[in-house]
């Protein structure tokens, strides 16, 4: 009998007589059509093209806004010696009035367009020093006055949002 066993054995085919778990030929992939396929690359190109456009819109946009504010604030700077020039005018003493107080009026509008531009005058005597916002030309020693605190204003300062224009020039 076992000589009948081995002459069924070999003639059964190569596949039959493979042992243990059957072995599964791998699933073909499901065609695919080359409409859907140029559609997705077509697609993904497009939302490609979209992103690019949303982030050169953005970067434009706060370029302008930078160049704007830039611009804004050297035209400030530029204005600061007249703003200088009148406070000096203001401290002086005069007999004439009119005199007096055309400065005034003239200082008072300069302080008005610098406030509605959004620029903050800023550095009083009496002032905590600040090494960020003021430029310390000077020091004393005095006891009557606290330690870093401003005695003398020799130039104010000014802001515009968070960049600073001007340091004050303090003692």
């Known amino acids: 009998m076992a000589k009948k066993d081995k002459e069924v054995k070999e003639q059964q085919p190569e596949a039959e007589k493979v042992e243990g778990p059957a072995v599964q030929e791998p699933e073909k992939a499901p065609e695919t059509n080359p409409f859907e396929e140029k559609y997705n690359a077509e697609h993904d190109s497009y939302l490609r093209l979209a992103a690019d456009y ?13 160049s704007y504010s830039n611009g804004k604030a ?16 203001m401290n002086q003493d005069t007999e004439d009035a009119a005199y007096k107080k055309g400065v005034e009026m003239t200082m008072t509008e300069l302080v008005k367009i610098f406030t509605g531009l959004g620029v903050e005058i800023f550095g009083e005597a009496g002032e905590h020093f600040d090494p960020s916002l003021h430029n310390a030309v ?11 605190t401003i ?6 300062g000014f802001k515009l949002g968070e960049k600073i224009v001007r340091f004050a020039m303090v003692q």
């Open 54 to 66: 949303d982030n050169y819109r953005k970067r434009t946009a706060k370029e302008k806004e930078q």
């Open 74 to 89: 050297d035209t400030i700077l530029k204005l600061l010696p007249i703003y200088d020039n009148l406070e000096r005018a």
């Open 138 to 148: 000077m020091h004393t020693e005095d006891d009557r006055v606290g330690e870093s």
């Open 151 to 156: 005695t003398q204003v020799f130039q104010k």
